[in-house]
């Protein structure tokens, strides 16, 4: 069964869009399995940008089959102007988009009581969503509410489940809109995007099931990144999902033994975006100047990113609970003509030293950086393609990370566009 999974491993925006498409040429079907439009996946090919938000990067490279599985909550609209969009731009996508029968639907008020929590308590409660409606549609589907792509293709079935949710959700709604109003639109909506959803819906679980049984090469995309996990990340500063390797189980339909390699996609420094702890962040010129080197800014709502050093105990943390077998480094660039450049490889808490990510939500607050200094380098040209011909403090900044982290680095990025890489002589294993 040979299959790969290619995830974040701090809090998103690692490069994986781009790690995706690279390796997605050797791959038979590209599978995105939890997360929904709150994740921009920024592609650079044959010049131009294409910005992803549920279509798995790998629908850029011709012929290649594309599924969006069951644990991927969908907005109907979004993936129409997706389609659409890529459609315009000459990339074909029908007959290559599969999307699960079983993927639960976002709908208008759901956006409205993401907007609503967010600012319910003010900025002591916020936690920073994108407010896509994301959060209260994982809520459905564990309160057995939700309403599922099979459901919407069945007219009776919809309205119904839908004046069910609108009744139990009415005393919220009608602080911001007409719950009348809304069924309208929703319904109305339903009618027209049916008959074009139809054909790219069926049981995902099945297709990737007899694809592996064929040894068809699968690659599993994640969204967001480890620190994000609703279960391992900075809760409550997290995503809703599980954007680990042991979601794509769950959020696609096969067994875990079906599961190969795990790549984590690492960032040369950190970043994140929205609240939350962040022990590495640089709130001066330094984190300025990282942010403006690596055009750090959110693919999905255009937010600067927060920028710091690299953080040891986040990417560890994260190779513990993926298993994760190989990395990827991006973004190494940016961080040329810094001397020096600080790696973070332990924390002091309360006084004591500690080289892994604490769970209390308090000691994450507390956390100070324990820093180990390495000489910078100069500029890197994109061109490269031979690690050895790398600044030799370069190559020496790539090899402490590994020492650091305990695993091999198999691809380093350059630059944006998919040609911009380092391909090492450890090659991506498809197992």
């Not at 008959?195 to 819906?201: G, K, W």
């Not at 402490?400 to 350059?414: A, N, P, Q, R, Y």
Request: net charge positive; charged share 25%; with cysteine.
């Amino acid at each position: 069964m040979p299959s790969v999974v290619v995830l974040g491993t701090q809090w998103g925006d690692e490069g994986k869009g781009k790690i995706v498409h690279l390796l997605g040429k050797q791959a038979d079907y590209i599978v995105r399995y939890q997360g929904g439009p709150n994740a921009g996946h920024t592609v650079v090919f044959d010049g131009k940008k294409f910005v992803l938000h549920l279509i798995p990067a790998g629908i850029l490279i011709p012929k290649k089959i594309c599924v969006i599985g069951n644990g991927v909550v969908v907005d109907p609209l979004s993936i129409r102007e997706e389609i659409e969009l890529l459609e315009k731009r000459n990339i074909q996508v029908k007959g290559r988009l599969f999307i699960s029968e079983l993927a639960h639907l976002i709908f208008p008020y759901h956006k409205i009581l993401d907007a609503a929590r967010e600012e319910a308590g003010g900025k002591a409660t916020r936690i920073g969503t994108t407010r896509k409606g994301i959060g209260p549609t994982y809520a459905d589907k564990v309160e057995r509410v939700g309403i599922r792509m099979v459901d919407y293709l069945e007219p009776d079935t919809f309205a119904r489940l839908l004046e069910q949710n609108l009744a139990l959700k009415a005393h919220l709604i009608e602080k911001f809109s007409s719950v009348e109003k809304l069924r309208r639109e929703i319904l109305e909506q339903a009618e027209r995007l049916r008959p074009f959803l139809e054909p790219f819906a069926c049981d995902t679980s099945a297709l990737l099931n007899r694809a592996l049984d064929k040894k068809k090469k699968v690659m599993f995309e994640s969204a967001q990144g480890t620190l994000l996990d609703i279960d391992f990340g900075t809760y409550p500063f997290v995503t809703s999902s599980n954007p680990i390797a042991g979601s794509v189980g769950a959020g696609c339909g096969i067994g875990p033994s079906r599961i190969g390699s795990v790549m984590g996609i690492v960032k040369a420094y950190t970043t994140r975006v929205g609240e939350g702890p962040f022990p590495t962040e640089l709130k001066d010129d330094m984190g300025e100047r990282l942010r403006k080197a690596g055009q750090e800014f959110g693919a999905t709502t255009g937010r600067p990113r927060r920028c710091g050093w690299f953080d040891a105990p986040v990417v560890r943390r994260s190779i513990m609970v993926n298993g994760i077998t190989d990395l990827v480094l991006t973004k190494i660039d940016v961080l040329a003509n810094i001397d020096p450049i600080k790696i973070c490889v332990a924390y002091k808490v309360d006084g004591k030293v500690t080289k892994d990510f604490p769970n209390s939500r308090s000691a994450q607050q507390r956390c100070e950086p324990v820093y180990k200094a390495v000489p910078g380098f100069g500029a890197i040209s994109s061109d490269l393609k031979r690690f050895k011909d790398l600044p030799v403090k370069a190559q020496k900044y790539v090899k402490t990370l590994e020492g650091i982290l305990g695993v091999k680095f198999s691809v380093i990025s350059l630059g944006r566009s998919r040609d911009e890489t380092i391909q090492m002589a450890r090659k991506v294993t498809w197992v």
